[in-house]
Antibody, heavy 119, light 107 residues
Framework: QVQLVQSGAEVRKPGASVRVSCRAS????????ISWVRQAPGQGLEWMGW????????KSAQKFQDRVTMTTDTSTTTAYMELRSLRSDDSAVYYC????????????WGQGTLVTVSS | DIQMTQSPSSLSASVGDRVTITCRAS??????LNWYQQKPGKAPKLLIF???ILQSGVPSRFSGSGSGTDFTLTISSLQPEDFATYYC?????????FGQGTKLEIK
């Protein structure tokens, strides 16, 4: 069965970086993209960006473009999202999701990774 | 960026009720509209994609309609497990923006 398993919770100080991993199993990894979505405490969902696991092409929301790097490792079927220059308002649960099809739907999601930014 | 506006933001209903949630896009998105359900502390779950196509395994009491800028999610007869927050998302272009969510609570 399809599974996306994310890395554990992280605590960082303002200005630091964090890298979240998302290990995929149960499907042909290069055949799908991975999206990254975050959710601040008590808030809604915010799409951060997308990476093709086949071409490694990426597209990120403009507000994150200068601070986010998305990568994949096909040998370990793992996707990574690194966010730099962290601020307190980056504290959120970060989700990876498998993106599929013409309509770019996120059909399977990881369990989420809580990132807390605090001095 | 395309703005997605859901209404209402919250809704109280009873088991067995028929409920409709509306999502409006700031420009035409054809049928590139997806609906997700999220329960507290859990990841979102895909319910409907391409405006009306039910994801495998999702009960048939959920349905979606619309195209262009106006879309609806309908739950025909609310069950206890349906009380959650619902989000629409446009996947017409990037950034693939979400609506602000509709929290469905028990009356």
């Amino acid at each position: 069965q399809v599974q996306l398993v994310q890395s554990g919770a992280e605590v960082r100080k303002p200005g630091a970086s964090v890298r979240v991993s998302c290990r995929a199993s149960g499907y042909t990894f290069p055949s799908y993209a991975i999206s990254w979505v975050r959710q601040a405490p008590g808030q809604g969902l915010e799409w951060m960006g997308w990476i093709s696991a086949y071409t490694a092409n990426t597209k990120s929301a403009q507000k994150f473009q200068d601070r986010v790097t998305m990568t994949t490792d096909t040998s370990t079927t793992t996707a990574y999202m690194e966010l730099r220059s962290l601020r307190s308002d980056d504290s959120a649960v970060y989700y990876c999701a498998r993106e599929t099809g013409t309509y770019h739907v996120c059909d399977y999601w990881g369990q989420g990774t809580l990132v807390t930014v605090s001095s | 960026d395309i703005q997605m506006t859901q209404s209402p933001s919250s809704l109280s209903a009873s088991v067995g009720d028929r409920v409709t949630i509306t999502c409006r896009a700031s420009q035409s998105i054809s049928s590139y509209l997806n609906w997700y359900q999220q329960k507290p502390g859990k990841a979102p779950k895909l319910l409907i994609f391409a405006a009306y196509i039910l994801q495998s395994g999702v009960p048939s009491r959920f349905s979606g309609s619309g195209s262009g800028t106006d879309f609806t999610l309908t739950i025909s007869s609310l069950q206890p497990e349906d009380f959650a927050t619902y989000y629409c998302q446009q996947s017409y272009n990037s950034p693939r923006t979400f609506g602000q969510g509709t929290k469905l609570e028990i009356k």
